[in-house]
T-cell receptor, first 112, second 111 residues
Framework: DSGVTQTPKHLITATGQRVTLRCSPR?????VYWYQQSLDQGLQFLIQ???????AKGNILERFSAQQFPDLHSELNLSSLELGDSALYFC???????????FGPGTRLTVL | DAKTTQPNSMESNEEEPVHLPCNHS???????IHWYRQLPSQGPEYVIH???SNVNNRMASLAIAEDRKSSTLILHRATLRDAAVYYC????????????FGKGTSLLVTP
């Protein structure tokens, strides 16, 4: 158990819909990262927050957005969902930006 | 980003040592070499990292070539639980700290 929790575990929805994935980092970790893992693209970095502020962006679509709240939990919002958005979404946290990252168990999103 | 090259797959017998290679010929002076692994149906897990010197921890050892253009992750006694995809990743301390996962090496451990 990494100490990072993600909810929900599974999510099934339809194209065009909007979903929110939630991540609670390990106690004391200020950095949160979001990654997407799909069969064809592998594990890809989406976005990083540090103590409530966005710090880095990766291959995140404009339809996706995220935020980190004062209690340090983070949410990833995916809108206008397409079939290709079906993937595993992982959240990771670290004490600060350079330290090892601890990954949650992931949320499996299926878009039908 | 400097890239890494790893074999697609490797196989090992249980209780034997495993040497997982990684080439990173374009590594820069500020790149740290990190290894993560992903067990089936789980999120990635940190294994070890180093800059220039060899490193040991409870999970594995990391041997870094003198010119830093390659490294080897060493599992001293493979167990069935070590079957996973192992990722060799370069992290530049000067620009962003996101992990750039490649395809990794899928390690199969047979009893």
């Amino acid at each position: 158990d990494s100490g990072v929790t993600q909810t929900p575990k599974h999510l099934i929805t339809a194209t065009g819909q909007r979903v929110t994935l939630r991540c609670s980092p390990r106690s004391g970790d200020l950095s949160v990262y979001w990654y997407q893992q799909s069969l064809d693209q592998g594990l890809q970095f989406l976005i990083q927050y540090y103590n409530g502020e966005e710090r880095a962006k990766g291959n995140i679509l404009e339809r996706f957005s995220a935020q980190q709240f004062p209690d340090l939990h983070s949410e990833l919002n995916l809108s206008s969902l397409e079939l290709g958005d079906s993937a595993l979404y992982f959240c990771a946290s670290s004490v600060s930006r350079g330290n090892e990252q601890f990954f949650g168990p992931g949320t499996r999103l299926t878009v039908l | 980003d400097a890239k890494t090259t790893q074999p697609n797959s490797m196989e090992s017998n249980e209780e034997e040592p495993v040497h997982l290679p990684c080439n990173h010929s374009t590594i820069s002076g500020t790149d740290y070499i990190h290894w993560y692994r992903q067990l089936p149906s789980q999120g990635p897990e940190y294994v070890i990292h180093g800059l220039t010197s060899n490193v040991n921890n409870r999970m594995a050892s990391l041997a870094i070539a003198e010119d830093r253009k390659s490294s080897t992750l060493i599992l001293h006694r493979a167990t069935l639980r070590d079957a996973a995809v192992y990722y060799c990743i370069l992290r530049d301390v000067n620009s962003g700290y996101a992990l750039n996962f490649g395809k990794g090496t899928s390690l199969l451990v047979t009893p």
